[in-house]
């Protein structure tokens, strides 16, 4: 298994960033990739970023690219999401998870473990 913490979530201004970060312990040697995924409240989950856990391939959703970056770092097993000029519509609660396959995912279907997630919300 692999556990996961997220923090870094709080409630920030419009234009304002946060910095999130997701810890993994456990069985990291089966981590192929990892994702930030987002849920506001009465909708879906639905994806935001992923990275591979090795190489340099980083995936966006359409509506954060040029606004958010994925990085990892392998030495401390931790993901981070770095989130700048935040808009209203980035309120969600924002969880990472793990992929053991190589599939390219974009569904919450394509990942195994799920941290509890972190409040992000953006004041107008």
């Known amino acids: 298994q692999v556990q996961l913490v997220e923090s870094g979530g709080g409630l920030v201004q419009a234009g304002g960033s946060l910095r999130l970060s997701c810890a993994a312990s456990?069985?990291?040697?089966?981590?192929?990739?990892m994702g930030w995924f987002r849920q506001a409240p009465g909708k879906e989950r639905e994806f935001v970023a992923r990275?591979?856990?090795?190489?340099?391939?980083?995936y966006y959703a359409d509506s954060v690219k040029g606004r958010f970056t994925i990085s990892r770092d392998n030495a401390k097993n931790e993901v981070y999401l770095q989130m700048n000029s935040l808009k209203p519509e980035d309120t969600a609660v924002y969880y990472c998870?793990?992929?053991?396959?190589?599939?390219?995912?974009?569904?919450?279907?394509?990942?195994?473990?799920w941290g509890q997630g972190t409040q992000v919300t953006v004041s107008s």
């Open positions: 456990g069985r990291t040697f089966r981590i192929y990739a």
């Open positions: 998870a793990t992929q053991s396959s190589s599939l390219s995912s974009r569904s919450p279907l394509g990942y195994d473990y």
């Open positions: 990275i591979l856990w090795s190489g340099e391939s980083t």
